[in-house]
């Protein structure tokens, strides 16, 4: 009986651990919103809002993928060259070989997806630490999107001139369609993450990935499905920024995957694993689009940005490293 309420009282102060990170994640993006609104008559103008909202979409849907894997208590830092790889081979199908636009996008995303198994398998079966594992994937995803590309752009102005509605067109009126889709993506990572077989044992295998194995369950498998479907979304990240710029790009993906593992440490998912949310990684997100945004309106200089943000990533996860505490 003892057990069971220690076991209880610890399941309350995790819920109220993670509704309180959420909700100073949240306090934090109010406060932002206040201060650039205040220091910039431009910022809150709902053209520049949208521009916000489109440039964070990329970065959520990258962070919302990734949020599964650092739940399990790995990292994947070929997020930001898995994504100019996946915009490249876009251009590719679409621009170079013809295909059409339903066709050049699944093989994009596929082409994620096959990342995320090429991890999956390095951590899982080779042994690799995700760290060496995916810095390994990083350099090779962003050597194949400049060789592919022959370090030049592919345009999609005359083999799809429809292409860039796909992220700047509005179904809603005011609302690109990028940010319908990013919250598309997170309203179905949510049910994934809290009502499937597959976001059961993720938590699991972030909290005790020995004690699950021993339950019965086959982490490797498993852990080779969350780096897949975060592979996925980094394909529908690159289809996405290819559209927004009607163009592949291969340098482009550089950075980003600090401001999506920014964006998930922000909103409250630990480093260590077994603890996170989709709605947290979301405000990440958007605390991450406002901030970059807010400096760019305020003409600070590109080299001040980094500085800024890199002290951000420190910020959240030195906070990170004190809710670890707590719970040991």
């Known amino acids: ?42 910022f809150l103008t709902w053209e520049n809002i949208s521009g916000v909202l489109l440039a964070t979409a990329v970065i959520a849907v990258l962070a919302v993928g990734t949020t599964f894997v650092i739940i399990t208590g790995g990292i994947d830092l070929s997020l930001g060259t898995g994504m100019a790889l996946c915009s490249v081979m876009t251009g590719v ?23 995320g198994l090429i991890n999956g398998v390095n951590i899982t079966f080779l042994r690799l630490p995700p760290f060496i594992a995916t ?3 990083m350099m090779i995803a962003g050597g194949l999107a400049l ?9 999609f102005s005359s083999s799809a001139p429809n292409f860039k509605l796909l992220a700047t067109g509005t179904l809603i009126p005011g609302l690109p369609n990028a940010v319908l889709i990013m919250l598309g993506l ?23 990935e020995e004690a699950a194995r021993l339950s019965g369950v086959n982490t490797r498998r498993w852990k080779i499905f969350v780096y897949m479907l975060s592979g996925a979304f980094t394909g529908v990240a690159g289809v996405l920024i290819a559209a927004r710029l009607d163009s592949a790009q291969p340098q482009i993906g550089q950075g980003y995957e600090l401001q999506a593992i920014a964006a998930v440490i922000i909103g409250g998912t630990s480093l260590l694993g077994g603890r996170g949310s989709i709605l947290g990684t979301v405000i990440g997100a958007l605390i991450m689009g406002v901030l970059v945004n807010g400096l760019r309106i305020m003409s600070i200089q590109s080299e001040w940005q980094n500085i800024v943000v890199g002290v951000v990533v420190l910020i959240a996860v030195f906070f990170d490293s004190l809710r670890n505490r707590d719970r040991t």
């Not at 003892?2 to 934090?28: H, I, M, P, W, Y």
């Not at 997170?186 to 005790?208: C, D, E, P, Q, W």
Request: proline letters at 3%; aromatic letters at 10%; zero cysteines.
């Open 1 to 42: 009986m003892a057990v069971n309420e220690d076991t209880d009282t610890r399941s309350v102060r995790g819920f109220l651990k993670k509704q309180l990170q959420q909700s100073l994640a949240f306090g934090t993006l109010i406060a932002l919103l206040i201060f650039f609104s205040l220091a910039s008559p431009y």
């Open 93 to 115: 199908f679409i621009t170079n070989m013809g295909l059409p636009v339903a066709v050049g996008v699944l093989g994009g995303i596929l082409t994620g997806v096959v990342m």
């Open 135 to 137: 810095l390994a994937m």
């Open 147 to 155: 060789v592919i590309s022959g370090v030049a752009p592919i345009y």
């Open 186 to 208: 997170a309203v179905v990572a949510y049910l994934v993450l809290n009502k499937s077989m597959l976001g059961r044992y993720t938590f699991a295998i972030g909290s005790n």
